[in-house]
């Protein structure tokens, strides 16, 4: 090849490389009493110029909790929950990422992760992480959804570098 004859324009698929990486984390800690609920509030994004936080490419957008994709392509989404039990031991605790192929219609969980709490106060933490096709920017939406077997404060934290509860999605190439 002719020095420069290959430039990113002219790429295609995962030859152009990773083209968007991003990262939301909750700003401050909420309770949850027994039972599963939808995370919709205190998201922000972890933003570039923000102490060690970088970001390539478009955003993620979000609206009550529910987020969408700049273009299409294959993603890879990887979340983190952590908080402490408030009052007693618990024989489960999870966090749920839940994804829709309608615009938010209907959700179906994708990828969840368990845990339990030993005692009052003490800490759990959950992780997993997804590959998503996303062939569809409209209709193509997700959110995370909690479940708890009793009272818990899951954590979030209002000064960047630092993520309780959060998650970080890089596009890995064309769908």
């Known amino acids: 090849l002719a020095a420069n004859a290959v430039t990113a324009a002219k790429a ?3 030859a152009k490389g990773i083209t968007m990486a991003d990262s939301w984390a909750i ?3 909420f309770s949850q009493s027994a039972g599963s609920a939808d995370v919709t509030a205190n998201w922000q994004r972890n933003y570039a110029g923000s102490t060690n936080w970088g970001i390539l490419g478009s955003a993620i957008t979000e609206s009550s909790g529910v987020f969408s994709f700049p273009t ?3 993603y890879l989404l990887q979340f983190n929950f952590h908080g402490r039990s408030d009052g007693s031991a618990q024989s489960y605790i999870g966090t749920r990422l839940m994804v829709s192929q309608n615009a938010g219609v209907a959700y179906g969980q994708v990828v969840y992760n368990y845990s339990q709490a030993y005692a009052s106060q003490a800490h759990f933490n959950m992780s997993n992480t997804a590959i998503l096709d996303v062939t569809d920017t409209s209709n193509v939406k997700f959110k995370f959804n909690t479940e708890v077997q009793s009272a818990s404060i899951w ?3 209002s000064g960047a570098p630092k993520v309780g ?3 970080h999605v890089i596009r890995l190439g064309d769908t």
């Open 155 to 157: 954590f979030g934290e």
């Open 165 to 167: 509860c959060g998650f």
């Open 72 to 74: 299409t392509g294959i």
């Open 27 to 29: 700003t401050s800690n």
């Open 12 to 14: 295609s698929g995962s």
